[in-house]
C-alpha cells in the first residue's frame, strides 16, 4: 500500500473516532424536559430565588407586626402608669379630706363675734386655707354648688324644701362640700334642694 493511502486511511479512522463525541457532548447539553443544562440551572436559580424573596416578606411581616404589638404594649403600660398616678392617692385623699370637713365645722359652729374665740378661729381658717391649696396642688378640687342646679352625680340630697326663692331643683345650702380628683368623684356634696310647693321635684338620694 501506498504512503498516500495509508494516510487517507489514517484520516478516516480518526474521523470515525472524534464522531461519537460530538454526538455525546450535544446529548450533554439536553436535560430530561428537553432543557439545556444552562436553562435548568437557570430555572432553579430563579426557584431558589423566588423561595429567598418569599422568606424575607415573611420576615418583614413578622418584623412589623412584632413593633406594633411593642408599640401597643408601650402606650397600654404609658396609659396604666398616668391611670396609676392621677388616682394612687384617692384612697388617701379620701380619708384626709375628712380633715378638711371637720376644719369647715369648726368654723361653721363658732360665732364670729364671740371675741374669745376669734384669735383661735382665724387660726383654724388659715389652717383650712393652706389645707385646700395643699390638696389642690395634687388634682382635689372642691365641689361646693350653692345655688347652682342639683346634680345627681355630683350632689346627694339630704333634704328638700319648699322655696319662692329658689327655682325648683336647686341647691339652696351646702351641708358638706364634695370633692373630685383630676375630675374623679371622690365623695358628692351633701345639699340641701329646693322644690315648689304645687310639684314634688324626685330628686336622688
Do not use: C, W
Request: no cysteine.
Amino acid at each position: 500500500m501506498s504512503n498516500e493511502a495509508q494516510n487517507e486511511e489514517n484520516v478516516q479512522d480518526v474521523n470515525a473516532n472524534q464522531e461519537p463525541a460530538v454526538e455525546s457532548e450535544a446529548t450533554q447539553q439536553e436535560s430530561v424536559d428537553g432543557l439545556t443544562v444552562d436553562e435548568a440551572r437557570i430555572q432553579e436559580l430563579e426557584a431558589a430565588l423566588a423561595k429567598a424573596e418569599a422568606t424575607i416578606n415573611e420576615q418583614k411581616e413578622s418584623v412589623l407586626r412584632a413593633k406594633a404589638e411593642a408599640e401597643n404594649a408601650r402606650r397600654r403600660a404609658s396609659g396604666e402608669v398616668e391611670k396609676a398616678r392621677k388616682f394612687a392617692l384617692e384612697g388617701f385623699a379620701g380619708e384626709l379630706l375628712n380633715v378638711a370637713d371637720n376644719l369647715e365645722r369648726a368654723l361653721q359652729s363658732v360665732d364670729p363675734e364671740n371675741e374669745a374665740l376669734k384669735a383661735a378661729m382665724e387660726g383654724v381658717e388659715i389652717t383650712h386655707k393652706s389645707f385646700l391649696s395643699t390638696v389642690e396642688k395634687f388634682g382635689i378640687t372642691p365641689i361646693d354648688p350653692q345655688g347652682q342646679p342639683f346634680n345627681p352625680e355630683h350632689h346627694q340630697a339630704m333634704s328638700m324644701q319648699e322655696s319662692a326663692d329658689f327655682a325648683p331643683n336647686t341647691v339652696m345650702a351646702v351641708m358638706q362640700k364634695g370633692y373630685v380628683i383630676n375630675g374623679r368623684l371622690l365623695h358628692p356634696a351633701m345639699v340641701m334642694v329646693s322644690k315648689s310647693p304645687e310639684n314634688k321635684v324626685d330628686v336622688e338620694v
